[in-house]
Structure formats: structure tokens, C-alpha cells
């Protein structure tokens, strides 16, 4: 943890813990039973009037006495504020963001069987590693027709989403490359296990004429599996001092699937990217609401580089990094392109990003063992070195390329669509393949569901000192 940011966490943490409130009555106020709605939602209101990044938007709540979930969305600044949140399980929201869920292990994509159908098909994005979905051969590129025997449509697609926490069985077609045509796979039975996701998924390094190219794809930004440990950074340091060694000079990142993450990862990332940075470079600026930035300690907080012997700045060529984009690529993912951008040239190819340039804290209620809930409510804004943040809109491609359009290659394929437009503006050769159009309409995704999607966490260690 950054010293720099101490400040910032025992700020907030002394805030919350004595209960400071821009709107607070010196009294208390009367004693309720601690597992009632009206328990639950004076602590929300409480944190909302102390950390709530649109303090003087925030609206006029609904009973105490209603259901925590209403409660919490009647305070909340829409449509401005598209992404704040309550879980009823605090713990299932931190072992979400560290990529801890219960789940088969596979992620979809959704769209319209054919043009004027109601039927729906569902195309597999990418089968995580020792998970249920793999064991049973399930790849990338999979065309699910069925959920527990029954065909999606537009009208029930939602609610067969929702069966897939449990067991249930998947009919499916896959790709025969010798015929160039979907073949009838049969049926599948899958039971949700408590699967642990590595963030860094794949990554290689491609020699394409005089070009050396190294590329990672990387899913979602989290240290490790669990709160204080590191692992996946670590991992990913071991994949960049990869790259030096084998002296790749482009590097491409893929996070056309990533929605975000802590912010701490994506300093961690950032810091073996751009060049000749050391602690003294600024990578993003924090900035927090009227009431909190009253306080000295979070009126200039500033999340620095760090010093990266892995780093690969100085070798790549035109100081230039490619990152692959998708309409859910969000929030820390963003943070990096805002980021770098100050240092280096970002060049994007992909689809406009989702536009989340505000951060949370997974906030739960420490006083009170009978309330489960945990929050994420959007408490700051963040800026680059200079001061920018004009991406709310997200970021547009400097060449576009949707996935949709084409029937999916293997990740990391040199002729899967992203990796491969990518490729051709490094080397400047066209691919010599032929590639089918495809003209589909995106309805939703399993990525849609994350808990973690389109989140930026500020400081995975501050979550078990707050109390709030």
C-alpha cells in the first residue's frame, strides 16, 4: 500500500468512525432493533451524507421503514449516477471484486438467433480455467440454444439467466473447422462450484516479421484472491519481466471483457507500462465531495507510479501501447488509458468504452452484526496528471472493431478480430484470411451481472478498517 494514501484511509476511517455528518443531529437518535429496515437505513443514510461523491444532489429518501434496497436507490443522484450500489451480502460483494463467486465458469454474449426471430442464442466469450465449463469442453466461440432444456427467447432470457447459479444443463452447437460449419454438440449438465478466477488470463508474445509483440489479456483488476494478498500482481510483474526478456517493442492489453476493478491493480499495471516513471510521477488524481474535502489529508490526494524494474516503457516502439476495447470495458480499465495518456500514446482498438470516471468504497456496517448489507456508493472522481477527466462519454477507438461482427476466434488467435486489427496497424500488412460479416445485435451478457462491472475500488486494504 502506497504511503501516500494512508492519509486518505485514516481520514475516512475517522470520519466514519466517530460519525461526523454535514446533516447530523447532536443527539442520538432513539434505539431500533438492529435487524429492522429502519436499522439498516439510518446507516445508509449516515454514509451517504458523509462519503456521497453528489452530496448536495442527493435526494429526499423514503420511509425508514422500507426495504434497504429502495431506500438506498430513492437517495441516489440519477440519472447522473449510473453506477452506485447495494448488496445484501457484504461478503459476497468482496469475494465478487476479488474474483471469488459461485458459478460454471463461462461468460456470454447475447443476441438474435436471426433477423426477425424471437429466438435467442447465446455465444460463449471465454471459458475460465479449472471451472466446471471447462472440464466439460466447452470453448470460446460455443453457441448456446438451450438453458435446462429450454430455448431461449426474448421474452424468458432473463429468467434463464437466472438459473445458471444453480445446476443446469446447456444445449449447444460448436464450430467444426474442417466442415466451416456449427455442428450439434449435445447437452451439457453443469454444477456451480466456488470458483476462484485468475485476472490474468492469457498471454504470449508474437514474432511477425522484424515486429516483436508481446499481448495479455487481463480480465478484471484485483491484487489477489483474497484482500491483503498480491498474487495476480505479482503474476502480472512475472508476465512483464517476460516481456523484457524476450525484448518484445509493441505491447498490446487486452480489456474488451475487463469492467474494472481496484485501484490499486491498475497503478500496479500502469507502472510497468509507462515510461520512465518512478514514484515521483503522478498516475491519477482523487478528488471527493465538498463536506470531506474540508479535510487537509484529502485535498490533495494523488495516486503516484510505482518504481518497476519489469517495466517496458523505454522499449516500446513509437512509445505507444494498444489496448483492445468493448462497450464494457470500464472504470480501472479506463483509469489506465486516462492515465497513460499524459506519458505515452494509448492507441485504442476496439468500441467506445463505458465512460466511468468516478470511483467507490466497499463500505459495510461494522457496529452492526445483523446487518448484512455492503455498499458501493460512488464517492470521488478521478483525474490524470494533468488535470483531465472528460471521458464520462468513454473513450472512441482510434480504429473500430466489434466483435459482433464476425464468429469468434480463440483468444490470443492471430486471426481473432481485435488481436488481428491490432497486428495489422503494428506491421502494416494486411491479414491474408477471409472473414465472415456477421450483422448482430448485442442484448446483454453474463458480464452484465458482476457484481464487479463498471467498479472502480479505491483501496482493497481500506475495506476491513472502515467503519462506517
Known amino acids: 500500500m502506497k504511503s501516500s494514501r494512508i492519509p486518505v484511509l485514516l481520514a475516512l476511517l475517522a470520519i466514519l468512525a466517530i460519525g461526523i455528518s454535514c446533516n447530523r443531529d447532536n443527539e442520538d437518535p432513539p434505539a431500533v432493533d438492529p435487524s429492522s429496515n429502519e436499522a439498516v437505513n439510518r446507516w445508509i443514510s449516515e454514509v451517504m451524507n458523509e462519503v456521497y ?39 459476497e460483494l468482496i469475494g465478487s471484486l476479488t474474483g471469488v463467486t459461485l458459478e460454471a465458469g463461462y461468460e456470454f454474449t447475447l443476441f438474435r438467433a436471426a433477423q426477425g426471430s424471437d429466438d435467442v442464442i447465446a455465444e ?19 453457441i448456446i440454444t438451450q438453458i435446462n432444456q429450454t430455448t431461449l427467447t426474448v421474452d424468458n432470457f432473463r429468467e434463464l439467466l437466472g438459473q445458471i447459479d444453480q445446476p443446469h444443463s446447456l444445449t449447444y452447437r460448436t464450430f467444426n473447422n474442417q466442415t466451416g460449419q456449427y455442428e450439434n454438440a449435445g447437452q451439457v449438465s453443469l454444477t456451480p462450484v466456488e470458483l476462484t478466477e485468475n ?48 525484448q518484445i517493442n509493441h505491447l498490446i492489453i487486452d480489456f474488451r471483457y475487463n469492467g474494472g476493478g481496484f485501484v490499486s491493480s491498475a497503478i500496479n499495471l500502469a507502472s510497468l507500462v509507462a515510461p520512465n516513471v518512478t514514484e515521483q510521477n503522478v498516475f491519477s488524481k482523487t ?35 494498444y489496448i483492445l476495447t468493448s462497450a464494457r470495458t470500464a472504470s480501472a480499465s479506463e483509469l489506465i488509458i486516462n492515465g497513460l495518456r499524459p506519458y505515452m500514446d494509448v492507441f485504442i482498438v476496439g468500441d467506445v468504452t463505458t ?51 464476425e464468429r ?61
Do not use: C
Not at 453528489?54 to 449510473?82: G, H, K, V
Not at 483531465?388 to 472512441?396: Q, W
Open 287 to 321: 478528488r471527493y465531495n465538498d463536506f470531506l474535502m474540508q479535510f487537509e489529508e484529502l485535498q490533495n490526494v494523488r495516486n503516484n507510479f510505482r518504481n518497476k524494474a519489469e517495466n517496458l516503457g523505454s522499449i516500446l516502439t513509437g512509445n505507444r501501447v
Open 199 to 246: 485476472p490474468n488470463f492469457l498471454d504470449s508474445v508474437y514474432t511477425i516479421g522484424n515486429q516483436k509483440i508481446g499481448y495479455a489479456v487481463y480480465h478484471f483488476f484485483s491484487p489477489g484472491s483474497q484482500l491483503n494478498s498480491s498474487e495476480y500482481d505479482r503474476e502480472m510483474d512475472r508476465i512483464f519481466a517476460e516481456f523484457k526478456a524476450q
Open 355 to 405: 465512460g466511468k470516471n468516478v470511483g467507490s468504497i466497499a463500505i459495510e456496517d461494522e457496529e452492526n452484526p445483523e446487518n448484512n448489507y455492503g455498499l458501493l456508493p460512488i464517492v470521488s472522481q478521478s483525474l490524470n496528471s494533468l488535470d483531465e477527466s472528460d471521458y464520462s462519454e468513454g473513450f472512441v477507438p482510434d480504429i473500430v472493431a466489434l466483435e459482433r461482427t
Open 408 to 468: 469468434l476466434q480463440p483468444l490470443g488467435d492471430v486471426n481473432e478480430l481485435l488481436l488481428r486489427t491490432a497486428i495489422q496497424e503494428i506491421t502494416g500488412a494486411p491479414s491474408s484470411g477471409r472473414f465472415e460479416k456477421l450483422d448482430r445485435i448485442d442484448m446483454g451478457a453474463t458480464f452484465d451481472r458482476k457484481i464487479r462491472n463498471g467498479k472502480m475500488i479505491l483501496n482493497p486494504f481500506a475495506i476491513p478498517r472502515i467503519n462506517q
Open 53 to 91: 461523491f453528489w452530496l448536495d444532489d442527493i435526494r429526499t429518501p423514503i420511509a425508514l421503514e422500507s426495504d434497504p434496497e429502495d431506500y438506498f436507490e430513492s437517495l441516489l443522484n440519477r440519472p447522473t449516477d449510473r453506477f452506485s450500489a447495494i448488496f445484501p451480502d457484504y461478503g
Open 124 to 142: 460463449i466469450s471465454y471459458v475460465k480455467k479449472m471451472s466446471p465449463a471447462s472440464a466439460a469442453g466447452l470453448v470460446r466461440g460455443d
